[in-house]
Protein backbone atom coordinates (compact mmCIF):
# COMPACT_ATOMS: atom_id res chain seq x y z
CA UNK A 1 0.00 0.00 0.00
CA UNK A 2 2.82 2.64 0.78
CA UNK A 3 4.70 1.94 -2.65
CA UNK A 4 1.07 3.51 -4.32
CA UNK A 5 1.12 6.01 -2.27
CA UNK A 6 4.43 6.95 -3.12
CA UNK A 7 3.48 7.48 -7.11
CA UNK A 8 5.08 10.44 -8.79
CA UNK A 9 2.88 13.20 -8.58
CA UNK A 10 2.26 13.69 -12.49
CA UNK A 11 1.26 9.83 -12.44
CA UNK A 12 -2.37 10.30 -13.33
CA UNK A 13 -3.15 6.66 -12.10
CA UNK A 14 -3.62 7.49 -7.94
CA UNK A 15 -7.46 6.93 -7.12
CA UNK A 16 -9.21 9.41 -4.63
CA UNK A 17 -8.65 6.96 -2.17
CA UNK A 18 -5.03 6.76 -2.76
CA UNK A 19 -4.82 10.62 -2.50
CA UNK A 20 -7.40 11.08 0.34
CA UNK A 21 -4.82 8.26 2.47
CA UNK A 22 -1.52 10.88 1.35
CA UNK A 23 -3.97 13.93 2.71
CA UNK A 24 -4.65 12.36 6.07
CA UNK A 25 -1.33 12.30 7.04
CA UNK A 26 0.62 15.66 7.80
CA UNK A 27 3.64 14.06 6.30
CA UNK A 28 2.49 13.39 2.92
CA UNK A 29 -0.65 16.02 2.75
CA UNK A 30 1.35 18.28 0.30
CA UNK A 31 2.38 15.52 -2.15
CA UNK A 32 -1.38 14.54 -1.42
CA UNK A 33 -2.84 17.95 -2.51
CA UNK A 34 -0.46 18.17 -5.48
CA UNK A 35 -2.05 14.72 -6.61
CA UNK A 36 -5.03 16.38 -6.28
CA UNK A 37 -4.47 18.93 -8.44
CA UNK A 38 -3.11 17.21 -11.16
CA UNK A 39 -5.44 14.79 -11.06
CA UNK A 40 -8.80 17.46 -11.47
CA UNK A 41 -7.63 20.85 -12.30
CA UNK A 42 -8.35 20.71 -15.47
CA UNK A 43 -11.78 19.29 -15.13
CA UNK A 44 -12.29 22.02 -12.68
CA UNK A 45 -10.86 24.79 -14.90
CA UNK A 46 -13.13 24.11 -17.79
CA UNK A 47 -16.19 23.66 -15.64
CA UNK A 48 -15.74 27.34 -14.38
CA UNK A 49 -14.15 28.47 -17.77
CA UNK A 50 -17.97 27.75 -18.99
CA UNK A 51 -19.67 29.44 -16.14
CA UNK A 52 -17.46 32.55 -16.02
CA UNK A 53 -16.70 32.71 -19.31
CA UNK A 54 -13.00 34.44 -19.81
CA UNK A 55 -9.82 32.58 -18.96
CA UNK A 56 -8.49 35.44 -16.65
CA UNK A 57 -11.86 35.30 -14.36
CA UNK A 58 -12.36 30.79 -14.49
CA UNK A 59 -8.36 31.21 -13.61
CA UNK A 60 -9.21 33.34 -10.64
CA UNK A 61 -12.06 31.02 -9.65
CA UNK A 62 -10.20 28.23 -9.27
CA UNK A 63 -7.76 29.66 -7.11
CA UNK A 64 -10.20 30.26 -5.04
CA UNK A 65 -11.76 26.95 -5.68
CA UNK A 66 -8.41 25.05 -4.53
CA UNK A 67 -8.26 27.43 -1.49
CA UNK A 68 -11.43 26.37 -0.43
CA UNK A 69 -10.75 22.86 -0.95
CA UNK A 70 -7.54 23.15 0.77
CA UNK A 71 -9.05 24.59 3.87
CA UNK A 72 -12.11 22.09 3.96
CA UNK A 73 -10.39 18.81 2.59
CA UNK A 74 -10.09 17.02 6.18
CA UNK A 75 -13.74 17.45 7.15
CA UNK A 76 -14.39 15.69 3.49
CA UNK A 77 -16.54 12.98 4.75
CA UNK A 78 -16.96 10.75 2.05
CA UNK A 79 -20.22 10.95 1.48
CA UNK A 80 -20.30 11.51 -2.17
CA UNK A 81 -17.61 11.46 -4.36
CA UNK A 82 -14.32 13.37 -4.30
CA UNK A 83 -14.81 14.49 -7.65
CA UNK A 84 -18.98 15.63 -7.00
CA UNK A 85 -17.61 17.56 -3.62
CA UNK A 86 -15.05 19.43 -5.35
CA UNK A 87 -17.55 20.35 -8.50
CA UNK A 88 -19.94 21.65 -5.56
CA UNK A 89 -17.19 23.99 -4.16
CA UNK A 90 -16.05 25.14 -7.91
CA UNK A 91 -19.84 25.96 -8.57
CA UNK A 92 -20.62 27.27 -5.75
CA UNK A 93 -17.23 29.91 -6.27
CA UNK A 94 -18.11 30.44 -9.64
CA UNK A 95 -22.09 31.37 -8.32
CA UNK A 96 -20.21 33.89 -5.39
CA UNK A 97 -18.11 35.64 -8.33
CA UNK A 98 -21.24 35.86 -11.39
CA UNK A 99 -23.58 37.35 -8.29
CA UNK A 100 -20.85 39.84 -6.93
CA UNK A 101 -20.24 40.45 -10.88
CA UNK A 102 -23.55 41.22 -11.24
CA UNK A 103 -23.87 43.77 -8.52
CA UNK A 104 -21.15 45.43 -9.50
CA UNK A 105 -22.90 45.88 -13.00
CA UNK A 106 -25.36 48.37 -13.90
CA UNK A 107 -25.43 47.58 -17.71
CA UNK A 108 -28.22 46.54 -19.76
CA UNK A 109 -28.71 42.84 -21.18
CA UNK A 110 -27.55 44.46 -24.53
CA UNK A 111 -24.55 46.11 -23.41
CA UNK A 112 -23.49 42.86 -21.35
CA UNK A 113 -23.88 41.04 -24.32
CA UNK A 114 -21.79 43.03 -26.30
CA UNK A 115 -18.86 43.43 -23.64
CA UNK A 116 -19.24 39.38 -23.07
CA UNK A 117 -18.93 39.67 -27.04
CA UNK A 118 -15.71 41.87 -27.23
CA UNK A 119 -14.27 39.86 -24.18
CA UNK A 120 -14.66 36.51 -25.86
CA UNK A 121 -12.62 38.42 -29.11
CA UNK A 122 -9.62 39.68 -26.76
CA UNK A 123 -9.27 36.53 -25.16
CA UNK A 124 -6.51 34.62 -26.00
CA UNK A 125 -7.84 31.75 -24.93
CA UNK A 126 -10.78 31.56 -26.34
CA UNK A 127 -10.66 29.08 -29.53
CA UNK A 128 -14.12 29.16 -30.51
CA UNK A 129 -15.91 30.34 -33.88
CA UNK A 130 -18.65 32.66 -34.22
CA UNK A 131 -21.27 30.09 -33.42
CA UNK A 132 -19.48 29.04 -30.30
CA UNK A 133 -18.70 32.56 -29.56
CA UNK A 134 -23.17 33.12 -30.00
CA UNK A 135 -23.91 30.26 -27.55
CA UNK A 136 -21.86 32.09 -24.66
CA UNK A 137 -23.56 34.95 -24.95
CA UNK A 138 -26.97 33.06 -25.25
CA UNK A 139 -25.48 31.35 -22.05
CA UNK A 140 -24.23 34.42 -20.35
CA UNK A 141 -28.34 35.59 -20.41
CA UNK A 142 -29.42 32.43 -19.01
CA UNK A 143 -30.16 32.12 -15.10
CA UNK A 144 -27.73 31.40 -13.04
CA UNK A 145 -28.60 27.92 -12.28
CA UNK A 146 -30.36 27.22 -15.50
CA UNK A 147 -26.43 28.24 -16.64
CA UNK A 148 -24.98 26.31 -14.60
CA UNK A 149 -26.92 22.97 -14.89
CA UNK A 150 -26.84 23.82 -19.27
CA UNK A 151 -22.96 23.21 -18.77
CA UNK A 152 -23.34 20.28 -16.88
CA UNK A 153 -25.72 18.72 -19.05
CA UNK A 154 -24.31 19.45 -22.93
CA UNK A 155 -20.23 20.22 -21.78
CA UNK A 156 -19.48 16.99 -19.02
CA UNK A 157 -23.00 14.93 -19.83
CA UNK A 158 -23.37 14.74 -16.46
CA UNK A 159 -26.15 12.56 -15.42
CA UNK A 160 -29.18 14.38 -13.39
CA UNK A 161 -28.57 12.27 -10.14
CA UNK A 162 -24.96 13.39 -10.09
CA UNK A 163 -26.20 17.07 -10.88
CA UNK A 164 -28.52 16.94 -7.78
CA UNK A 165 -25.76 15.65 -5.33
CA UNK A 166 -23.33 18.54 -6.51
CA UNK A 167 -26.21 21.00 -6.88
CA UNK A 168 -28.72 19.97 -3.94
CA UNK A 169 -31.59 19.87 -5.87
CA UNK A 170 -34.26 16.94 -7.25
CA UNK A 171 -34.02 16.03 -10.64
CA UNK A 172 -37.03 17.14 -12.00
CA UNK A 173 -36.22 20.75 -10.81
CA UNK A 174 -33.01 20.02 -12.31
CA UNK A 175 -34.73 18.57 -15.84
CA UNK A 176 -37.00 21.66 -16.15
CA UNK A 177 -34.08 23.84 -15.38
CA UNK A 178 -32.20 22.24 -18.62
CA UNK A 179 -35.51 21.92 -20.68
CA UNK A 180 -36.09 26.22 -20.27
CA UNK A 181 -32.07 26.72 -21.11
CA UNK A 182 -32.33 25.00 -23.72
CA UNK A 183 -35.97 26.82 -25.23
CA UNK A 184 -34.36 29.98 -24.06
CA UNK A 185 -31.29 29.31 -26.17
CA UNK A 186 -33.07 28.02 -29.03
CA UNK A 187 -34.89 31.42 -28.85
CA UNK A 188 -31.62 33.59 -28.80
CA UNK A 189 -30.64 31.94 -32.55
CA UNK A 190 -33.75 31.98 -33.91
CA UNK A 191 -33.90 35.86 -32.93
CA UNK A 192 -30.50 36.12 -33.83
CA UNK A 193 -30.91 34.38 -37.01
CA UNK A 194 -28.42 31.72 -36.90
CA UNK A 195 -30.14 28.31 -36.75
Not at 10 to 30: G, W
Not at 142 to 156: E, G, M, S
Not at 175 to 182: G, N, Q, T, W
Request: glycine share 4%.
Amino acid sequence: MLSELLLPVNQKSATDDQILELLRSDKTFERGFRMLMGAYKERLYWHIRRLVTTHEDADDVLQNTFVKIYRGILQFEGKSKLYTWMYRIATNEAITFLQGRARASTNSIDDSAGQLSNRLRADSWFDGDALQEQLQIAMAQLPDKQRIVFNLRYYDEMPYEEMSAILDTSVGALKASFHHAVKKIESFFRENDQL
